[in-house]
DNA sequence: CTTTGTGTCGACCATTTGGTCGAACCATTT
DNA sequence: AAATGGTTCGACCAAATGGTCGACACAAAG
């Protein structure tokens, strides 16, 4: 006998699924206030209705997408940061994992700053919970041990992961704007930054080396 | 006697200016579908008619405000980049006036790279003049010009440009999000920037000698 | 077969919003 | 004082938009 749930609510995730890719685009695109909820429906395929059944409001939605956003970077941020590597291993890790990661999310970075930018103050209470704030002590701990040991220069450890993030997320963030400085191709464009990914870790250790 | 223009234009200029400083604000946090023309109108403390006296249309002004936000930035970086200064004496200009420029203006860089994601082409096609773009060419042929005479490390100096501006702009425009990452103030936070213009010369100095 | 409850939709509503228009204002000119 | 012409405004309009509601589909349960 199958199961005894009333029906199967497979149909559910995937248009829940859809729905939210699809409000993604959207909201990546033209923010909140520009976003229309009737072309998340089309692009999804499904009718508005859907949106107000499976997210109440357009502000739920809309916050729920932001939240996915954020837990992403942050959670990719974590898993290297807070993994027990050294620290230059950690550089070398977070110029080949997470420059890929951005590289695949090209749109995240901004998505989330803009957002950050509208309230500070409310983007810093409602979307920065305790759990990524810590995740920046431990690296500065971290850091602070291996400069007490010798093992790296001394310098101020907050400065050090504002440039490593700099060097990661700035290249990806501006590439529609470089790209035109710089007059290049995506494709020379994508040349250089796996070129930034190679030497981005020899260039901190140049910083970091006695 | 006095100028015998019909009538002095001095009040348009002024209501001119305060109703692009209001459209500035509104378009920088809500972007152009967000930005509501009532708001704009109120803030400057004048009728929403004047903005269509002014600027016939909505996307009118908005194209008048970016056009304007992208000139500012870039008038900046010429002045800097296009000097007859050696590329070192450049980085460090870039980390003092550059940065005081966009501390000034931390909004410009967010605003102008949210449009650029938003259609790449169009906006590389309408608001990137040739001019802008020889902007980097010439730096691009001073830092070849100086390593052929030894003057510098061999590097890529596209490379070098991207990591430039990145160390530059990345820590404003992500002030919000990595205040709250850091855990630090406002005031620590500029602190901090303050060491990054100090130190960010040293940085390149010792990536770019032999 | 009827009931039931979850999904799904089209039609509709109330509000918001960009934009228009004619009238009023006011300094200058005649 | 009357005419002129650039400037400013309030009232208004048509379109767009977020959101609601009743109906319907349809599989599972009784």
Redesign the interface.
């Known amino acids: 006998m199958q199961r005894t749930k009333k029906k199967m609510p497979e149909i559910n995730r995937d248009t829940e699924v859809k729905l939210m890719n699809a409000a993604q685009n959207a909201f990546i ?7 229309r909820m009737q072309d998340i429906a089309d692009e999804a395929g499904m009718s508005k209705s859907m949106l107000h059944y499976y997210f109440s409001k357009k502000e739920k939605l809309f916050e729920t997408i932001l939240r996915q956003a954020v837990t992403d970077i942050f959670s990719k941020l974590r898993q290297i940061l807070d993994s027990d590597d050294a620290v230059l291993t950690k550089i070398h890790r977070l110029s080949h994992e997470f420059i890929d990661f951005l590289h695949g999310h090209p ?1 995240l970075p ?1 998505f ?3 957002e ?3 309230d ?1 103050a409310a ?2 209470r409602e979307f ?1 919970p305790a759990r ?2 810590a ?3 431990r690296f ?1 701990a971290q850091v602070e041990e291996e400069m007490r040991t010798g093992k790296i220069r001394p310098v ?1 450890p ?2 050090l ?3 490593m ?3 990661c ?3 990806i ?12 191709t995506e494709d020379e464009y994508k040349k ?1 930054l796996k ?2 990914q190679r ?1 981005m870790p020899a ?1 901190f250790e ?2 970091l080396a006695w």
């Open positions: 695109k033209y923010g909140l206030e520009g976003a749109y901004l989330v700053l803009h950050s930018h509208k500070p983007f810093q920065m990524e704030v995740l920046s002590t500065i101020n907050h400065m992961l504002v440039q993030l700099s060097m997320v700035f290249p963030l501006s590439q529609p704007v470089l790209q035109g400085v710089l007059n290049v250089m070129q930034i030497e260039f140049r910083m």
